[in-house]
């Protein structure tokens, strides 16, 4: 008769935690789901819970995987630089929109902001609730969840840049991000956590981009100078143009935009009439870009083929448009995913240095745009 030695018990939650972590990051998108419930987890691998367990708080021990809540842990790997495990769970995510996302006009794009944040935290046990701030608003208290201590939420802050949230915020430890539709100054504003959009990066590569198709007459329709959200896409543009040795026409500027179509086709209108046009358009957002194509459509002109247009967003809309548009995609779902972990690090990891993150554009290439044939009178 053979006696088999009985294992080590600290050998066997080593050997087991190893197997959770390798079986782990196999999955799909797993450095940023939270694990399985202990109970399918020692289902899975044919242990006990206890066992599953003890493993659990290896893995947590080595920074591995920070408990979230009490019922779900996520990989460190999904945290920049990973981060320890705490005692005091997140029950609650605030997500604080500015009252310019509240407009109907921009439903499409808080939607996208919206599923980038539900794909972030769809494998997280923790409660969601989503709240309008004012730019007037004092009362900051009644932006959090009532039944809850502060020190148990976290906010996602959608566009929102007013200091004294910021200020109150920091003063009552409640951690958050900062989720910005373009690279924003932080003079005047508390110390945090921060994801935004190079536009202006993407501008100049998209200005690149009809410069390389060899238009050298690129006009420019959209807000420039009066709304600060876009002037980064202008200066993009801008700055594209002088590295070439070109400078912006005036009289090819419109310096005005919107999101709604039906406003968007007047301004265009009023602009292009009676007006000798450039061979290529760059525009602050795709609703302009959509109204270039139509307005020149109305005055006999083709699209690529005398004029190039290229839009800013990349919406719904674009792929759809006669002809599809080009345009530069702006990365909206990942822009509010990296909100979510960067609000999530601030109340899982306190002392995590603040981060301000910027996202890249992606040119995408339809059928708006084309080498030009000839400047046009």
């Avoid at 808080?110 to 494998?123: K, P, R």
């Avoid at 795709?286 to 083929?305: F, K, N, S, T």
Wanted: proline fraction near 6%; hydrophobic fraction near 45%.
């Amino acid at each position: 008769m053979v006696v088999k030695p009985i294992p080590d018990a600290a050998e066997e939650a080593q050997r087991l935690a190893r197997h959770i972590w390798q079986w782990q990051l196999k999955q799909e998108d797993g450095a940023l789901k939270s694990l399985p419930a202990e109970r399918e987890l020692a289902e899975r691998f044919g242990v006990s819970r206890h066992a599953v367990r003890r493993s659990l708080k290896l893995l947590e021990g080595e920074g591995r995987l920070v408990r979230l809540s009490r019922r779900a842990s996520v990989p460190a790997l999904g945290m920049p630089g990973g981060a320890p495990a705490i005692d005091k769970p997140c029950r609650c995510l605030n997500i604080i929109l500015s009252t310019a996302l509240a407009n109907e006009a921009v439903r499409w794009l808080v939607n996208d902001y919206m599923t980038g944040l539900n794909e972030a935290l769809d494998s997280l046990d923790l409660k969601t609730r989503h709240v309008v701030c004012r730019d007037e608003e004092t009362d900051f208290a009644s932006l959090l969840w009532q039944q809850a201590p502060y020190r148990e939420q976290a906010c996602v802050v959608l566009g929102q840049r007013l200091p004294a949230l910021f200020t109150w915020l920091r003063a009552n430890g409640v951690p958050f991000a900062l989720q910005n539709s373009y690279a924003y100054d932080g003079a005047g504003l508390p110390e945090h956590h921060g994801v935004f959009v190079n536009k202006m990066g993407g501008a100049f590569a998209g200005a690149q981009y009809l410069l390389g198709l060899g238009h050298r007459a690129i006009g420019y329709v959209g807000c420039a100078l009066n709304t600060v959200g876009n002037t980064a896409v202008y200066d993009g543009y801008v700055a594209a143009l002088r590295v070439n040795g070109l400078e912006p026409r005036a009289e090819w500027r419109w310096p005005h935009g919107t999101d709604r179509l039906d406003q968007a086709l007047g301004m265009v209108r009023e602009f292009l009439a009676e007006r000798p046009l450039p061979t290529a358009f760059m525009t602050s957002n795709d609703c302009m870009a959509l109204a270039l194509c139509q307005v020149a459509r109305e005055r006999g002109l083709r699209v690529p083929d005398q004029l190039s247009v290229l839009g800013f967003n990349d919406q719904r809309e674009a792929a759809l448009g006669e002809p599809p548009l080009s345009t530069l995609r702006v990365p909206r779902r990942e822009l509010a995913r990296q909100a979510v972990i960067l609000a999530l690090t601030a109340a899982t990891t306190p002392d995590h240095p603040f981060e301000r993150r910027g996202l890249d554009c992606e040119l995408i290439v339809r059928a708006t745009t084309a080498p030009p044939v000839a400047a046009l009178q």
